[in-house]
C-alpha cells in the first residue's frame, strides 16, 4: 500500500509538472511515515504433541505493580496477602506456582506508604496476570496501583 501512494505522487507529479524531484516526494513519504521497509518474518513453530520423552523448559515471567495511597500501618504481610488473593482469580493458575515478593517503598510522606509486588507466574499466564493486577476492581478502594518498570543497568 505504501508503494502505491508513492507512485500515485509520483503520477500526479508528472501530470501537474511540479518542479519537485522523484526523491523529494520519496523522502516526504519516508518522513512521514507513509513509506516502511517491508520486513520478512519467518515463521515460528510451537509445537503441540504430548507424547514425546522431550519436554520444553517451562519458562516463568514477573508482573510487577506499585502500590500507593496505602495506611502508614500496612504491612507487607498484608500486601503480599492481599496479591496472593488476587492471584487466585486467574483461571488455571495454580497458586503454588505463584511467586509473590513485595518491598517497602521509601515515602517522602508519613500519611501515607507505597509498596512494590511482584508476582512471578507461567509465560502463558503472564498477560492475564497483568489484567487481573491492573483491575480496580481487583484491589481494595481508594488503593493507587500502576505497572512497576525497574531502572535500565548502565553497562560501564
Not at 148 to 155: A, D, G, S
Amino acid at each position: 500500500m505504501p508503494v502505491q501512494i508513492v507512485t500515485l505522487l509520483l503520477t500526479n507529479l508528472c501530470s501537474i509538472e511540479s518542479l519537485v524531484s522523484a526523491a523529494t516526494v520519496v523522502r516526504e513519504a519516508a518522513r512521514s511515515g507513509a513509506l516502511q521497509k517491508q520486513h520478512n518474518r519467518k515463521k515460528v513453530v510451537v509445537g503441540s504433541r504430548v507424547d514425546s520423552k522431550v519436554k520444553p523448559v517451562v519458562t516463568r515471567r514477573c508482573v510487577d505493580v506499585f502500590l500507593s495511597r496505602l495506611q502508614p500501618d500496612t504491612t507487607v504481610e498484608d500486601i503480599e496477602s492481599c496479591t496472593s488473593d488476587i492471584m487466585e482469580k486467574i483461571p488455571n493458575a495454580d497458586p503454588s506456582r505463584v511467586n509473590i515478593k513485595c518491598t517497602h517503598l521509601p515515602g517522602k510522606h508519613d500519611f501515607y506508604t507505597s509498596f512494590h509486588a511482584a508476582a512471578t507466574v507461567n509465560s502463558d499466564l503472564f498477560a492475564t496476570a497483568i489484567d487481573v493486577l491492573m483491575s480496580g476492581d481487583s484491589w481494595p478502594e481508594g488503593i493507587l496501583v500502576r505497572r512497576y518498570f525497574q531502572k535500565r543497568q548502565q553497562n560501564g
